[in-house]
């Protein structure tokens, strides 16, 4: 197979891992704090997970490690959408076990959860692993978003784990991956299997986030990916000066991607969907507020621009967010019927069913985007936002609005917009230097937290604002991440979305600097990913990062 010439020199790369598990496996012990608590729910979370719920938060220290030398079997699942990194992630895991015993076995599920359920797997080998250090995607085993649910799932996730002998399965997903996790650990406990469940923290959307979990992996590499893109076209739109783009960046519900890329590059309107719930802002409003930045800008003779919209978005404004909801429940009552109608039939039985509020929001939709809301929905009920074109719709209100407002004498200038979408771009992007080193951290962390014997854990890799040498290993009980939630029409344990904190440093960074974007041109052209050169064009994290965790300079 050919491959290029940067994939061949990036195979040589050595991730770092923190100093502190970097030497001899043997010689790193546990080290376990107090019991901890759920966010929210505690004494259902309790009756739920009895077995796992409250185990005390997990660190590293120098002594001798009670299962060093032992040989382990392991599995391992990647779950859910492609994050930059987690071919490392499997490689960390894989040089964990070897470096303990060379004899131990690392088994990847092939495409997702499923793969665990069905039985079908890979032996993977260092020749295999090899070919994969320092490379983007989920090929090397493939993922999937099968939801582990129902008892017969269940029981056949255990078959599986028995005939494989397996000492542990490490899933590599999101929050509702490491959810799913967190029930299968307690399920094999309740059994008195001896299959320990350890998670990693991955999603670009950069949601599963907490003061341990300092970031998702694949949200470095993925954000860094869509700044270069949206800095050529800023240039590009800054040399034409003819087109307005509309740029919707994937971020299923939260919008730190979309934050940070506009902290990189300083767009003329940018969206926080956060934003909009708290202020309860309408469609109408969002358009105004574009139409306010196209007008002022025209009259400065600029008539180009970048707005940026993120993915999830359209869940957000509050008259979409109800409409979703009951879209949501009354698919829920019978999926599988309603996916069987034809679009006609399906438009047809929402409108039947829903409340006047709803209809009108549904009624005021273009066609295009009203069919998009009743595409199928993913495994755990969810809309699919990102085939949702909210960047086209808020592009054609805009161009309504403004002819309404040339119309009234108020606009003057010329409008022709452009709509992207950036999300698979940068989904699969080979790892930036620090996700390259973030996520084999993690993966080996998730190691150690099996020859520690513990299960329901997180693997974290903390300070990471630092250099690696200097990042934090440990566990976190996935429990306390938990609360309740409405899924497919019922309460289910979940963990928690962390979304745009609007009285954190990042969000008020942008706060600060957007006036001032919407009028002039203050563009900022971030480049590409850098492997090789100077440390702060190579191995810097993302500013979101920065704020949260160290003092930087505002963005002007
Ligand atoms: P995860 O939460 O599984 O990491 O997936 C994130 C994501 O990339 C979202 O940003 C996006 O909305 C979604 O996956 C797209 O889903 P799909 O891969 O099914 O097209």
Redesign the pocket.
């Known amino acids: 197979m050919e491959i290029s010439t940067l994939q061949k020199i990036r195979y040589n790369y050595y991730a770092k891992l923190p100093d502190e598990i970097s030497g001899n496996v043997s010689g790193i012990s546990i080290k376990l704090g107090e019991p901890t608590e759920a966010l929210a729910d505690r004494a259902e979370l309790k009756e739920i997970f009895k077995l796992t719920y409250g185990k005390p938060i997990a660190g590293f220290t120098a002594g001798k490690n009670e299962t060093s030398g032992q040989q382990f079997n392991v599995g391992v699942i990647l779950?859910?959408?492609?994050?930059p990194g987690g071919h490392n992630v499997i490689a960390g895991i894989f040089d964990g076990l070897k470096k303990g015993n060379s004899e131990s076995r690392l088994f990847g599920f092939s495409g997702g959860p499923s793969g665990l359920i069905e039985g079908k797997y890979t032996e993977i080998t260092a020749q295999i692993i090899n070919r994969y250090r320092n490379t983007g995607g989920f090929d090397i085993i493939g993922?999937g978003?099968t939801k582990i649910e129902t008892p017969e799932q269940f029981n056949a996730a255990l078959e599986t784990v028995k005939k494989l002998n397996l000492d542990a399965v490490v899933v590599i997903?999101?929050?509702?991956?490491n959810t799913n996790a967190a029930l299968l650990a307690e399920y094999f406990l309740e059994r008195g299997v001896k299959t320990q469940v350890i998670g990693c923290p991955?999603?670009?959307?950069g949601?599963?986030k907490n003061e341990f979990i300092e970031a998702?992996f694949?949200f470095d590499t993925a954000v860094k990916t869509y700044s270069e893109l949206i800095g050529n076209i800023m240039r590009d739109a800054n040399s034409a000066k003819k087109y307005w783009h509309f740029i919707k960046l994937?971020?299923?519900?939260a919008s730190h991607?979309t934050l940070e890329a506009a902290l990189q590059t300083h767009p003329n309107v940018c969206f926080i969907s956060e934003e909009i719930a708290g202020h309860g802002t309408s469609l109408g409003e969002l358009v105004n507020t574009i139409c306010d930045s196209v007008c002022k800008r025209a009259a400065n003779g600029e008539n180009f621009g970048v707005v940026l919209v993120p993915?999830?978005l359209v869940e957000f404004v509050p008259e979409m967010k109800a409409l979703i909801a009951e879209i949501n429940d009354i698919v829920a009552r019978d999926s599988a019927g309603f996916e069987a109608h034809t679009p006609e039939k399906k438009r047809a039985h929402i409108i039947k069913e829903l409340t006047p509020a709803a209809r009108e929001a549904f009624d005021s939709l273009p066609d295009d985007i009203a069919g998009q809301l009743l595409n199928e929905r993913?495994p755990h009920g969810n809309v699919?936002?990102?085939?949702i074109e909210t960047e086209k719709l808020l592009a054609n209100m805009t161009k309504k609005r403004l002819a309404a407002l040339k119309k009234e004498g108020v606009y003057k200038g010329k409008f022709a917009p452009l709509t992207h979408f950036f999300?698979?771009e940068g989904?699969a992007a080979a790892p930036s230097n620090f996700d390259a080193d973030y996520c084999y951290s993690l993966g080996f962390t998730a190691f150690l937290l099996i020859a520690s014997g513990l299960t329901g854990y997180l693997s974290s890799v903390r300070n990471l604002c630092k250099g690696a040498g200097d990042w934090i290993a440990g566990g976190i009980p996935l429990t306390m991440m938990m609360n309740l939630e409405r899924r497919h029409g019922s309460s289910k344990p979940v963990i928690k979305k962390a979304l745009v904190d609007l009285k954190g440093k990042p969000f008020k960074t942008f706060a600060a600097a957007r006036a001032q974007w919407a009028e002039k041109t203050c563009f900022v052209y971030p480049g590409a990913i850098q492997y090789f050169g100077p440390s702060e064009v190579c191995d810097t994290c993302t500013i979101t990062l920065r704020l949260e965790h160290e003092a930087v300079k505002p963005v002007s």
Do not use: C, F, N, W
């Not at 779950?79 to 994050?83: C, E, F, K, R, Y």
């Open positions: 779950s859910g959408g492609q994050a993922s978003r997903g999101g929050d509702d991956s991955k999603t670009i959307d949601d599963l998702s694949g994937m971020g299923r519900t991607i993915e999830g993913d699919q936002v990102s085939l999300g698979y989904r």
